[in-house]
């Protein structure tokens, strides 16, 4: 239907003509309306029957303008084109980890979706320092799925350049990947956050380390021009939904064929943003510990499972059966899981950096108002990155990952839990 | 306009019908038409204007099936649709290497075109020992401007991400590439020559070696992955058109984006393979060592336009203005252009094998009816294949690989001269 922007005087008649929808609501059923304040870009509503609250739905919906800074901020709409692709790709591939699409209408720029009423945003209960039991294992199980089976080994070739298609164009949001995680951070430019310390450390080293930003541009170029897998493409503990059972996985609207690492490295990254902030956050390094011990447990669920679905796969695009004797096949997936494995740590160190130095900063570090404070973790960011980024491919194994990382913070714990203690 | 299959009869309403096609021909003027027979997949009719006949143009047209076998063989046009969109790209990029359009109509599934009356197909010239003073060089401006100019370095990432939506579908062509240059020659399959101690030698030899086919695999997943560039796709001596001053190129239906060494390694490599078939083809080594040296020019000239063409660019999406120090994009380019190389010389040794083992063979060889004299040649070729697999990451610099090359063929003349001369 064409596209008309919608409000909660026009959403009862709009949902009531939608099946499926009615199906979950009922059919003309009295409906609380709530607009959610979380979207930054989309309006975004939850829509409850008045009689039976359980029964709910979330209406997402694109405008042509940045909806927080009004109709005078253009932004086209096809990001909720993507999206809704996405969405609906990731109902195939892993419908136990992404909300149930009950309605889409990319012209409308509209998805009507399961409303995750007992989830909550991990990023803001980690920074609380809550336990989330199954998070990692699903996210691993989730990276495994969507980057397998959307993967030449996982298509047949002429399906897969058909999947390819439809994400091709996503452009403009490619544009902002390249530019804010690939490019500006690690020069001096207008966009980029400011802290005086940090800036400081920034120059007298990223900034000015051939090494690092040669390797930054081998990974730029990486995301430019590898079609590994359908990447989310903006996983982070943001875009995660959990409770201690379940993890969900939303906002795909940067969805893209990219680089197999890119997505793991990010997720992975913002478990270490997490762990850093905790050196402020927690009074002893218990939650620390678990956020370490998960964020490796991502890698190890991710291989496990990419090589249970690389054992049990047909149709593949890249390796016909009989190509390779079995030996030959077990040393190629072990090279192929390597270079994953590289990728992922070089993306990582990537991620740590932009989220330090660029616009869009991680609340568990941001949001601490002491300049000073933050300044140290921003830097033990940055210290950070670099080592992952100078080692990513003399590192082999995640048990090496581990006790690097493990070392690292051993020698750069910014003491600042007594810091605190003394103020 | 809707499609039809055109023959002699219609051919001459269609072309009056069309502008700047009837400014090459003249408007209503008796033709001359002749079917070419060199068309197998397509039809293609060389029309003169028959008063003039210095005033003529090419007609090609897809028809549904594979012209050579006939309508009980069906075969999608879609093929047609990208030999159009690529023609007409490089008419952009390479007007002085390709042939001129003067009409095209994807629909109709038809090209009209510059006709090459003074220019002849250069393998077939090549293997009369013909030397093309500007062949090798004028190839390594075109590889240089077409990889270049669409490439991540050469263009803005929104609107390269545009062009490549027009090729992304080039599906079946792609799947075919997959298949018979990546998988088929090195396993069993029904699909192969057979040339009895050709097979025993292979079999015996690369379809057993562990690194030779993961190496292989190696590049088939750069093919299947990898979007450097808008690739020709099908470079090699047959789909280059050249005489003494002039060379151009044609058959570009299957382009695609995909890795920059492809066409470079594929069109150095049938330089080789001709080199080999002169072991049998003439009498001396002096057309060898002018084709040796041609095929390097090939690589000297595109690395010399490519950097060119790097230093003058603007407007690209890998690398921002600034990004890097003089130094440090001086040691970006020289590690740049060595990735390419390496691609180049591992595409390469693809290439000697696909040619020798799978369906299509060069001429060169394959036209040579002794099969004992043709399997000594082809397993020349197999020999070189594994010594340039098996260094592909180790030699660094053209003139590393000439060296190598001469010393090979040095060590493995299959002695046909004085074979000629004995019987």
């Not at 799925?145 to 070739?157: V, Y």
Request: net charge negative; with cysteine; aromatic share 12%.
């Amino acid at each position: 239907m064409a596209y008309q922007i919608l409000d909660k005087g026009s959403i009862p008649e709009y949902l009531n003509g939608l099946p499926s929808v009615v199906e979950v609501l009922g059919k003309g059923k009295a409906l609380d309306i709530e607009e959610v304040g979380d979207g930054n870009l989309n309006f975004v509503y939850k829509i409850r029957r008045a009689d039976a609250p359980e029964r709910s739905v979330v209406l997402k919906q694109a405008v042509p303008y940045l909806r927080m800074a009004g109709e005078e901020w253009p932004l086209s709409r096809d990001r909720m084109t993507f999206e809704i692709r996405a969405l609906l790709a990731y109902n195939d591939l892993v419908p136990q980890f992404v909300p149930k699409v009950y309605h889409s209408d990319e012209d409308m720029s509209v998805l009507v979706m399961q409303n995750l009423d007992n989830h909550a945003v991990a990023r803001y209960r980690m920074i609380e320092g809550e336990v989330f039991p199954n998070m990692a294992r699903d996210v691993g199980d989730f990276l495994a799925e969507t980057l397998f089976r959307t993967s030449t080994l996982g298509m047949e070739s002429v399906e897969r350049r058909h999947l390819m298609q439809q994400f091709n164009l996503n452009d403009e949001l490619c544009k902002l990947t390249e530019e804010f995680i690939f490019t500006f951070p690690y020069m001096e430019h207008e966009s980029n956050y400011s802290n005086p310390a940090t800036d400081e450390y920034a120059r007298a080293t990223i900034r000015k380390n051939t090494a690092y930003k040669l390797d930054i541009l081998k990974f730029k170029e990486l995301f430019l021009t590898k079609t590994d897998a359908l990447l989310h493409a903006d996983l982070h503990t943001g875009s995660l939904m959990a409770n201690a059972e379940e993890t969900f996985v939303i906002d795909m609207e940067f969805a893209y064929f990219g680089p197999f690492g890119f997505d793991v490295g990010k997720v992975i990254a913002n478990f270490l943003m997490c762990y850093t902030s905790h050196f402020y956050h927690s009074d002893d390094d218990s939650y620390q510990n678990w956020l370490l011990t998960e964020a490796m447990t991502i890698w190890k669920r991710f291989e496990q499972r990419f090589l249970e679905l690389w054992d049990n796969a047909d149709g593949s695009a890249l390796l016909l059966e009989g190509f390779l004797t079995d030996d030959q096949l077990k040393e190629y997936k072990a090279n192929f899981m390597r270079a994953i494995f590289h990728d992922s740590v070089g993306f990582c160190a990537c991620s740590l950096a932009r989220r330090t130095l660029g616009i869009a900063g991680v609340a568990d570090i941001r949001d601490i108002e002491d300049l000073g404070i933050r300044s140290q973790l921003e830097i033990t960011n940055l210290k950070l990155s670099q080592l992952l980024l100078s080692v990513h491919e003399e590192i082999h194994t995640i048990d090496e990952l581990e006790s690097t990382i493990e070392s690292f913070y051993a020698e750069n714990n910014p003491g600042l839990v007594k810091q605190k203690v003394g103020t």
